[in-house]
């Protein structure tokens, strides 16, 4: 089951959610109380209350077999107060195939005028939660996955590197029933500009490393949108709290059994001084976590637990 470690534990109780107008709360009882009660305020902004999940992670399903299909967009967010704005506006304007949406974006500790840019924002799409200090990128995902009620959740990051139009292609073949994990690919996407050739062959060594150890041939290990299933991430230890966190999910990934349907992307990376945070000590990390999540017993693609991608009908289906 997904995780928290003692430090991000007891960081998520001292969290605070930010609603819009219509369903203002006090907000000090998020202070105290468990971490489900929690994650109850951060839900609270969802539109559809009839989704709801099983002690175990599971979704249910209709008379047909089929899971409601609602996407979770995460959005953490350190001092990107340059583009966070324009990133939630193109989020919110976006058409998604489906058309359930709701975006958490997770401010993680920003000390700029982040939080002022996000409660702006008035709508019931959107639900802003805030941790009180800097935690990392990763602990700001897993709070995201924890505060998620859709069936499929998808990575977004706030430095505007990514282009919301390519959602909608991500999101097909999963409702197409093409796909149970869909990864868009920067390798062979179009439209591409890599800040340098140190990052490409950082990028391509790390996903060959991946590629050696859990024998799958994936093309981008680190890219930020990944589009899975709410049950398979659940059902995932995860405790990075880095940028750690993008390779343990790949690599849980493919221990599972399960491979990435790749799609071509646009990307545009940032240099280091446009804001670019992640550094060398980052990819010495991930080496060290595809080896940890490697010791533990790998499932072969053919026996992999479909359970845990659920079929999905539209609200048009």
């Not at 500790?109 to 924002?121: E, H, K």
């Not at 491979?259 to 670019?276: A, D, H, L, N, T």
Request: net charge negative; aromatic share 6%; hydrophobic share 40%.
């Amino acid at each position: 089951m997904l995780s928290c470690d003692s430090e991000a534990f007891g960081s998520l109780l001292s969290l605070e959610v930010s609603l819009p107008k219509s369903s203002q709360r006090n907000h000090s009882d998020l202070t105290m109380g468990d971490f489900s009660g929690i994650v109850a305020v951060a839900r609270a902004n969802s539109k559809d209350a009839a989704l709801e999940f099983t002690p175990y992670g599971r979704l249910p399903e209709t008379s047909g077999g089929l899971t409601p299909f609602r996407l979770s967009i995460i959005v953490p967010s350190y001092n990107e107060d340059s583009t966070i704005l324009r990133v939630v506006d193109d989020l919110l304007s976006q058409d998604i195939p489906g058309k359930e949406l709701e975006i958490i974006v997770v401010n993680d500790g920003s000390t700029d005028g982040t939080r002022s840019l996000l409660d702006s924002f008035d709508d019931t799409r959107l639900v802003c939660i805030h941790h009180t200090t800097n935690l990392g990128k990763g602990a700001a995902v897993r709070t995201g996955i924890a505060a998620a009620k859709g069936s499929h959740v998808l990575i977004f990051d706030a430095d505007h590197e990514y282009d919301v139009e390519d959602i909608p292609r991500l999101v097909t073949p999963i409702l197409s029933g093409r796909a149970e994990v869909v990864y868009g690919n920067r390798m062979s996407g179009f439209g591409t500009v890599h800040p340098s050739l140190w990052h490409a062959i950082g990028n391509k060594s790390m996903t060959l490393l991946a590629n050696v150890l859990f024998g799958s041939a994936i093309s981008d290990l680190h890219t930020c949108l990944k589009l899975l299933p709410v049950p398979l991430l659940n059902s995932f230890d995860l405790d990075e709290g880095g940028f750690g966190l993008d390779t343990e999910i790949s690599a849980e990934v493919l221990r599972a059994g399960f491979r990435p349907f790749q799609v071509p992307i646009s990307y545009v990376g940032r240099s280091k001084e446009e804001g670019k945070k992640i550094r060398l000590s980052d990819a010495l990390r991930c080496v060290y976590v595809l080896v940890k999540v490697r010791l533990r017993p790998v499932t072969p693609y053919g026996k992999r637990d479909r359970s845990l991608t659920p079929r999905v009908q539209t609200s048009s289906s």
